[in-house]
C-alpha cells in the first residue's frame, strides 16, 4: 500500500511537472551609460528605470555597466565577465567618443547587423561616435543642436501602432531637450514621432538650413540594420521625464520589440 501511495504521487508530480508551461527565458541586455563629453545628469536614472521595468514585467534582466568592456565578441579574461555573445540587446545613453577600439567596433556592428540583435539609443547616443560614420549609419543620425533648449516641444505622432505609443495623443507637447539630426536618411528610416515644424520658431540662428527647408523634425525612430533592430529616441533629456508612465510605456515598447518580442510595420515612411 505504501509502494502504491508512493508510485501515485510519483506519477503525479510527473504529470504536473509536464503539463506546467515553461516560462519563457528573460532576455539580457547590456545598458551603457559612457560619458565622454557633456555630463547628463538623468543617465543614471534613466538606465535604473529601464532595469527596474525590466525586473518587475520578467522580460529582460539588465546589466549597467559605465564602461565598455562587455562590447566585444572575444574571450574577457576578467572574472565572470560576459561579452556581447551573453546578450540579447544593448542599450547607449552615452555621449562622445567611447572608449572602444577597432575590433570592438566591429563587433558592435556585427552584433546588431549580422546577429540580428537589438540595439536602442536614448537621447545622446546620437551624440556619440561622430568619427565613426557607421555607428551614424546604424543609429540613423547625429547630434546637430538643440536650437531651442529645454522647452515645449509640439510633437505628432506619426506612428501610433508602433508598440509603446499607446498612451500618447497624436499630437501633444513635451517639456525636454529635443535635438536636430543631420544625417538623417528619412528612406530608410521609420519616424515614430516627429516635432511639427509649422510651430517651431524656424527664425532661431542655430535652426540648420537643411532642417529649416525640409522642415524635418524627428523624434523617435526605427529601422533595420541588416539583420537587427534599431530604435532611437531623443526623449530622455530630463529627470523628470523619466517618471513619466507614456515615457517609460514607450521606451518598454521600444525594447519589447528591439528584442523581437513583437513586431511593427517599420516601413520608411519621408513624406
Known amino acids: 500500500m505504501a509502494m502504491y501511495r508512493l508510485s501515485l504521487a510519483l506519477l503525479i508530480g510527473f504529470a504536473l511537472t509536464v503539463s506546467a508551461p515553461s516560462q519563457p527565458k528573460k532576455k539580457k541586455i ?15 536614472h534613466a538606465l535604473a528605470t529601464i532595469e527596474r521595468m525590466g525586473r518587475e514585467s520578467g522580460v529582460y534582466d539588465t546589466y549597467i555597466r559605465t564602461d565598455t568592456q562587455l562590447l566585444t565578441k572575444q574571450k574577457i579574461e576578467a572574472g ?52 565613426w560614420p557607421e555607428y551614424g549609419e546604424m543609429i540613423g543620425g547625429y547630434f546637430n543642436q538643440h536650437p531651442w533648449g ?45 516635432m511639427d515644424a509649422s510651430k517651431l520658431d524656424l527664425s532661431n540662428k542655430n535652426v540648420s538650413e ?38 517609460q510605456n514607450m521606451y518598454m515598447g521600444a525594447i519589447k520589440w528591439a528584442l523581437g518580442l513583437v513586431d511593427a510595420d517599420i516601413t520608411p515612411n519621408p513624406k
Request: charged share 25%.
Open 30 to 44: 547590456l545598458a551603457i551609460g559612457q560619458v565622454k563629453g557633456f555630463q547628463h545628469d538623468s543617465v543614471s
Open 80 to 131: 565572470n565577465a560576459k561579452n556581447l555573445n551573453h546578450f540579447d540587446a544593448v542599450i547607449f545613453y552615452t555621449t562622445g567618443e567611447l572608449d572602444m577600439d577597432d575590433q570592438q567596433k566591429k563587433d558592435l556592428l556585427s552584433f546588431v547587423h549580422d546577429d540580428g540583435k537589438g540595439f536602442v539609443g536614448i537621447h545622446s547616443a546620437i551624440d556619440t561616435f561622430y568619427k
Open 150 to 194: 529645454v522647452f515645449d516641444a509640439p510633437m505628432v505622432v506619426q506612428d501610433a501602432n508602433f508598440p509603446g505609443m499607446n498612451l500618447f495623443p497624436k499630437t501633444f507637447t513635451f517639456t525636454d531637450e529635443i535635438y536636430q539630426v543631420k544625417n538623417f536618411n528619412p528612406d530608410v528610416t521609420h519616424v515614430i514621432i516627429r
Open 210 to 247: 537643411e532642417r529649416r527647408a525640409d522642415k524635418n523634425y524627428p523624434v523617435s525612430w526605427a529601422k533595420m540594420y541588416g539583420k537587427g533592430r534599431v530604435y532611437y529616441s531623443t526623449l530622455g533629456h530630463r529627470e523628470e521625464s523619466w517618471d513619466r508612465k507614456d515615457v
